[in-house]
């Protein structure tokens, strides 16, 4: 078994055949550096088995020197959008390898913003869930380089027809394809979701700040979950008599 980590003297580390560990500054409670970094590395790994990552890291790395001059235009973007209200639920769907970014993104709500959220992929959404959509909800989508790019802008603008405010992430998009348009750098072909979930990150900062709460701290998680017993880190006592 090969474990990737951010800590080289984790149960994972010391319990895989092949360790892995990834060097970087660990989170004070809810993962942001610890989820890009070993998303990167597992990403890198995946692809040596079939090829080279070597091709692919020069222009990944240029990426992400960009996204560094990108994240002042975003965060001013997420201060000044409409998007961001109390009180609506969220809904995040993307595609292939965005897919992570939007669970992420489902878990950074839930973790950060301390409320609920939906995430699926865009296509579970159009056969069912969509009935849902009415005026006032948020969604976010992820729009890829390449695959439906044309079938889920169409899809933004739907639902922005039926009164839901749409925040998009991906390269190359419209400026008014949505309420609140994310640009990403170019990036290497399928390693968009290396880059694509930095702005969703600061999304939820500024949703948590929009409703009072602390983004990086756990009101009932442990940081480190050991066991599966109740949620308030106390073993409750059951009997096992049955009358």
Request: aromatic residues 8%.
């Amino acid at each position: 078994m090969i474990g990737l980590t951010n800590s080289e003297d984790s149960p994972l580390a010391r319990e895989s055949r092949v360790a892995i560990a990834v060097p970087t500054k660990l989170d004070h409670a809810i993962s942001v550096n610890a989820y890009s970094t070993l998303l990167i590395a597992a990403g890198a790994l995946a692809s040596s088995t079939f090829d080279s990552f070597l091709p692919v890291a020069p222009t990944l790395l240029r990426a992400v020197r960009e996204v560094r001059q990108s994240l002042e235009v975003w965060q001013r973007q997420v201060e000044q959008s409409g998007w961001f209200v109390e009180g609506e639920p969220y809904y995040f769907l993307a595609r292939g390898g965005s897919l992570g970014s939007c669970h992420e993104a489902r878990l950074l709500w839930e973790e950060g913003a301390k409320i609920p959220a939906t995430a699926m992929s865009t296509s579970g959404f159009r056969h069912g869930p969509q009935e849902i959509v009415r005026e006032g909800l948020r969604f976010c989508m992820w729009i890829d380089q390449s695959r439906m790019r044309d079938q889920d802008l169409s899809v933004a603008y739907d639902l922005r027809e039926l009164g839901a405010s749409v925040m998009l992430i991906g390269e190359n998009l419209p400026p008014d394809a949505g309420d609140l348009v994310c640009q990403l750098p170019n990036s290497p072909t399928n390693w968009q979701f290396a880059i694509d979930v930095f702005p969703i990150q600061l999304a939820a900062e500024r949703m948590s700040r929009l409703l009072g709460v602390d983004c990086d701290s756990f009101r009932v998680c442990s940081y480190v979950v050991e066991d599966e017993h109740g949620l308030l880190h106390k073993k409750a006592e059951f009997s096992q008599d049955v009358e």
